[in-house]
């Protein structure tokens, strides 16, 4: 098999494929998606990661929409990022602030230890970009809820 034939089973065809579930579809994307943002984390620069793994994690999420039956036009790829990095944006800002300091006080070995910690968020991005669909699917809004009285 190519690359290009992995590449359309595995990622960027995978929502027509029937011989396995939403669910497990959702399982590679996510497992995707974390290793190749782990892999690009490596990189030793910097500030530099947001630049690259926020439009590869969005990518990654259109292909969950995809899977869940959610069509995503140009006009409403804004609406919905909005939505996102309203639930998300914080986490996302401060990894990425973490990230950059880690590789600063690690001098070029930062990027080797950032491994776990974009893996994590890379697979927690995931995970709540699937619930986020799901929710769109059945025409519900998804809203980060306050806990009290823990």
Not at 60 to 70: E, L, P, V, W
Request: hydrophobic fraction near 45%; charge should be positive.
């Amino acid at each position: 098999m190519s690359i290009q034939q992995s590449l359309r089973n595995n990622i960027t065809q995978i929502e027509n494929y029937d011989d396995l579930t939403e669910n497990q579809k959702i399982a590679r994307i996510r497992t995707m998606a974390c290793a190749t943002c782990t892999g690009m984390a490596i990189q030793p620069l910097p500030l530099a990661d947001i630049f690259i793994l926020t439009p590869t994690r969005a990518y990654f999420a259109t292909r969950i929409a995809a899977i869940r039956g959610i069509k995503i036009s140009e006009s409403r790829a804004g609406d919905w990022i909005k939505e996102l990095l309203g639930i998300v944006g914080l986490g996302i800002l401060a990894q990425n602030i973490a990230i950059a300091a880690w590789k600063v006080v690690a001098m070029g070995f930062g990027g080797w230890f950032t491994v776990p910690l974009v893996y994590r968020r890379t697979y927690a991005n995931m995970k709540i970009g699937d619930v986020y669909f799901q929710k769109k699917k059945l025409g519900q809004e998804m809203r980060p809820q306050v806990e009290r009285g823990i």
